[in-house]
């Protein structure tokens, strides 16, 4: 009888080919389930896009927001950018890329893209528009299709770290991808 080729039985993490533990090999395996990030639907559709990005690790707090993740990234919260899911006056939603140090100004932004107002989504509201947990919110791979808008200055920098799709993991990749690859609208929203 033919042995199955896709029968790939491996030992588990750690052990030798006689079963006992080996501590070197447990230590590495842990050290890799710790900074692994599996694919999430943004970095599906950065992929599919052609985009090359960095990953960016780190452990999530609940509430930190960019303030937290720059920090322990050691990276400037400016240079951090958060994906806001809002919705205009008639509940369409829409997506605001704003600098994680800057707020949204919602009369700036209703101005902008010609709305009568605009505001912050619930956040299960913004879970079913986007498919992402609030925390964990990117724009890319987005579950529903919706106007994508960034902060204009953003596109100045020469690159950003931006939500990967999960709690405590972004990505680094230039803003251009933001217009080029995304079609985000550049807006001037800041406050």
């Known amino acids: 009888m033919?042995?199955?080729?896709f029968d790939r039985r491996l030992p588990l993490a750690g052990a030798s080919t006689f079963g006992?533990?080996?501590?070197?090999?447990?230590?590495?395996?842990?050290?890799?389930?710790?900074?692994?990030?599996?694919?999430?639907?943004?970095?599906?559709?950065?992929?599919?896009?052609?985009?090359?990005?960095?990953?960016?690790?780190?452990?999530?707090?609940?509430?930190?927001?960019?303030?937290?993740?720059?920090?322990?990234l050691g990276v400037p919260e400016h240079e951090v950018v958060k994906t806001l899911v809002m919705q205009d006056e008639?509940?369409?939603?829409l997506v605001v890329l704003m600098h994680g140090d800057r707020t949204v100004s919602t009369k700036n932004l209703a101005r902008a893209i010609g709305a009568k107002s605009v505001e912050p989504?619930?956040?299960?509201?913004?879970?079913?528009?986007?498919?992402?947990l609030v925390g964990g919110t990117s724009p890319?791979?987005?579950?529903k299709d919706v106007p994508v808008y960034v902060q204009e200055t953003i596109l100045e920098l020469p690159r950003i770290l931006i939500n990967g799709g999960r709690?405590?993991?972004?990505?680094?990749?230039?803003?251009?991808?933001?217009?080029?690859?995304?079609r985000a609208k550049p807006v001037q929203c800041a406050n």
């Open 167 to 182: 709690r405590g993991y972004l990505v680094g990749l230039p803003p251009a991808v933001l217009t080029d690859k995304l």
């Open 121 to 132: 989504c619930k956040p299960d509201v913004a879970q079913r528009h986007s498919g992402y």
């Open 140 to 143: 890319f791979g987005f579950r």
């Open 2 to 5: 033919a042995s199955n080729p």
């Open 90 to 93: 008639a509940a369409r939603p």
């Open 20 to 72: 006992k533990l080996n501590p070197a090999r447990a230590t590495i395996a842990a050290m890799a389930r710790k900074n692994h990030v599996s694919e999430t639907p943004a970095t599906q559709w950065l992929r599919a896009q052609g985009v090359d990005f960095t990953e960016h690790v780190y452990d999530y707090v609940d509430h930190g927001g960019t303030a937290e993740s720059s920090a322990r």
